[in-house]
């Protein structure tokens, strides 16, 4: 049976969206030198924000609005217990994510039920948040590599004790990219409940913002390999209900399994790469998840 | 989730060390787990509102509790036996995945009367109780064939076991009667509750050419995809009445409340029996919820006229002749599905072109 690619292509779009968002912002908070496993909480936070903003208006660019300020502000206590008060990155990321899933299924229940406003429409039937989310990729590479505060974003991320001895302010930058990484994780969670699934449901991110954070080894810290990274797993996600639709006989668990295996063997291709061909180095930022601390 | 039912069963727990000093009048504790939230607006929400209607039934003299957003697995245990432990005396346990959990704790709590929905293991405990939710799909299978303007009728499943493929076999049969040229798109989800996945479900069968689908899954999340695109759907498990009038043609009720007011009060009178039970839209456990004015009314009037049929026992939704999908022979002129066969149906009828999942 034949399907249709186009159709596969715009579903695919709207399924990589809340995970686009997510990836590019941690992508930026990583190349700073911070490793924020918070992600998911911050998303479920913005789901719930972004939803209950945008009912509350009626008006879905609101919701996204208050989704970022709700990502940001919860990725605030990430900045300040790991960046103050030199916390683990690991475990404070990982207490975020449980946080950001304990409050809102607390403070969601009013929601639940509720219908989301109907979202913008915007070129080409695709709705305004997908094309911020394709926007703000080559932006993200812009500002990394052509931009001065981007300079020294990366240097900050490399090596922060030499960035400091420029005289470079390591801290502030940091705190700038993890408040970056909370507004468009918290706006990809918004993507879930008004563009998605047009509701609040408790635990609706079910895992995103953990695909978000595999997407970001996966494209080896690279703006456009997020952007293929997201699209390679909404695309098998879409494709494996379409050909369910279509009445292909193929194992649903092997297709559910592919995107992850699609990711270990993009690991293995990236390391086998390092290994024996021409960069030694890895593309990772080289103080990613070390803190830093002035008077060390 | 596994927070909420933790801080649950602590207050259940000091609920039930710190009153037994002050107990006046023994009260019958009745715990129900659920596999959702209470605001999934469905399955859960269903149940919900029959342990209300108990409450309001036996008001003083029962005391319920429930634990919501329960998975299916290790953690049912934990949280069957959490409530046990606290005092309950009558649990009623409400999803399918829920049976060994159920039958495991049952073992160790003998004076504890268990009621498991839409299982099949019973024991001296353990009654089970079920809806033939089959019946319901007739209708709106009807509704659907005859709705649908593309000819291709879609369904969501959860898992493929024997509710599931009974509604879908049902729902084709009829839709094909009223429209021989019916086509049915089965996509499963392989969950109970996720919004998301759900809606990302409903939109493959939308581009897929389906304009008219049913659903066996919790959430609502697939009636506001069908909303956006201008497709049709049906209330699942609940009314979903604000999804009225379009996308909602009607919808398939479960309504719990005759059969847990009716089984508290057996454990209140001493009167409680082990006992399978599986009943349909004739005992009114199965509602076809108001169809809608987006359904012609001949459409309507026939619909209404199968579900009377069904509820009076004049007709059986599997009615032969009938073949199974690899063109084998089931059921001749007449004759109709035994419930023994029913419960272990694993296969489509003829005509459905979905392959069946192993």
């Known amino acids: 049976m034949m399907i249709d690619p186009l159709s596969v292509f ?100 009013p929601y639940e039920g509720m219908k989301a406003p109907a979202m913008m429409p915007g070129p080409l039937g695709l709705n305004w948040m997908i094309w911020l989310g394709i926007a703000l990729v080559p932006l993200v590479w812009w500002f990394l590599a052509r931009t001065r505060p981007g300079l020294i974003l990366r240097a900050v991320g490399e090596n922060h004790d030499a960035a400091h001895g420029l005289g470079y302010p390591v801290r502030r930058m940091r705190v700038l990219a993890i408040g970056f990484g909370g507004a468009l994780a918290g706006m990809g969670g918004a993507y879930i409940s008004i563009a998605t699934v047009l509701q609040w449901t408790e635990g609706m991110t079910a895992g995103a913002g953990w695909i978000a954070l595999a997407i970001v080894v996966f494209a080896q810290w690279n703006p456009w390999g997020v952007l293929a990274g997201a699209w390679l797993f909404g695309g098998v996600t879409v494709l494996q209900l379409r050909l369910q639709a279509a009445g292909v006989a193929v194992p649903v668990q092997l297709l559910s399994m592919a995107p992850y295996l699609a990711t270990i063997f993009v690991l293995v291709l990236i390391s086998a790469r390092q290994k024996f061909g021409r960069s030694g180095a890895g593309a990772a930022p080289a103080s990613l998840g070390r803190p830093f601390h002035a008077l060390k | 989730m596994k927070r909420r039912t933790l801080l649950g069963s602590a207050a259940a727990l000091v609920a039930s060390t710190a009153l037994p000093a002050f107990a006046q009048e023994e009260k019958l504790k009745v715990g129900f787990i659920y596999v959702g939230p209470v605001g999934d607006g469905g399955w859960t929400y269903q149940h919900d509102l029959a342990r209300q209607a108990v409450e309001r039934e036996y008001g003083d003299r029962v005391e319920t509790t429930y634990i919501e957003s329960v998975p299916e697995g290790a953690d049912a245990e934990r949280a069957i036996t959490q409530l046990a432990l606290s005092g309950h005396k009558l649990i009623f346990t409400t999803s399918f995945g829920f049976m060994d959990a159920t039958i495991n704790v049952a073992k160790k709590f003998p004076d504890v009367k268990f009621e498991h929905a839409t299982g099949y293991k019973t024991a001296e405990n353990v009654a089970t109780y079920d809806a033939r939710f089959y019946e319901g799909r007739a209708v709106l299978g009807t509704i659907a064939g005859r709705m649908t303007k593309s000819n291709k009728i879609g369904y969501i499943g959860s898992f493929p076991i024997p509710e599931v493929v009974q509604g879908i076999n049902s729902a084709y049969i009829h839709a094909r009667k009223v429209n021989p ?48 695109a201008g497709a049709f ?94 063109g084998s022979a089931w059921l001749a002129e007449g004759q109709t599905a035994s419930d023994q066969e029913l419960s272990s149906m694993n296969f489509y009828v003829e005509g459905i072109t979905a392959p069946m999942p192993k």
């Not at chain 1, 911050?42 to 879905?60: D, E, N, Q």
């Open chain 1, 10 to 109: 715009i579903l695919l779009l709207g399924a990589a969206t809340p995970i686009l968002f997510a990836a590019l912002g941690e992508l930026v908070v990583e190349r700073a030198g911070v490793l924020n496993l918070g992600v998911e909480g911050m998303m479920i936070t913005g789901a719930l924000a972004g939803f209950a903003a945008a009912h509350a208006s009626g008006s879905p660019a609101l919701g996204f609005l208050a989704a970022a300020l709700a990502g940001a502000a919860v990725s605030m206590t990430f900045a300040a217990l790991t960046q103050f008060l030199l916390s683990n990155q690991v475990a404070t990321g990982l207490a975020l994510t449980l946080f950001g899933l304990g409050l809102t299924a607390m403070f969601g229940k």
């Open chain 2, 233 to 326: 759907g049906f209330g699942q498990a609940s009314d979903m009445a604000n999804f009225a009038p379009q996308p909602r043609l009607a919808s398939i009720i479960d309504n719990w409340e005759p059969y847990y007011i009716k089984r508290v009060g057996e454990v209140l009178d001493g009167t409680w029996k082990s006992q399978g039970v599986w009943l349909g839209i004739g005992d009114g456990e199965v509602v076809i919820g108001e169809i809608t004015d987006a359904v012609p009314a001949e459409v309507k009037a026939e619909a209404e006229a199968l579900r009377d049929k069904i509820a009076a026992g004049e007709y059986h939704p599997f009615t032969g002749p009938l073949n199974k999908q690899d």
């Open chain 2, 181 to 228: 040229d019916v086509e049915m798109k089965v996509v499963w989800a392989y969950t109970w509750f996720d919004p998301a996945k759900e809606a990302d479900a409903a939109a493959a069968l939308i581009a897929e050419g389906v304009d008219v689908f049913m659903q066996h899954t919790d959430s609502t999340a697939p009636l506001a995809k069908a909303q956006e």
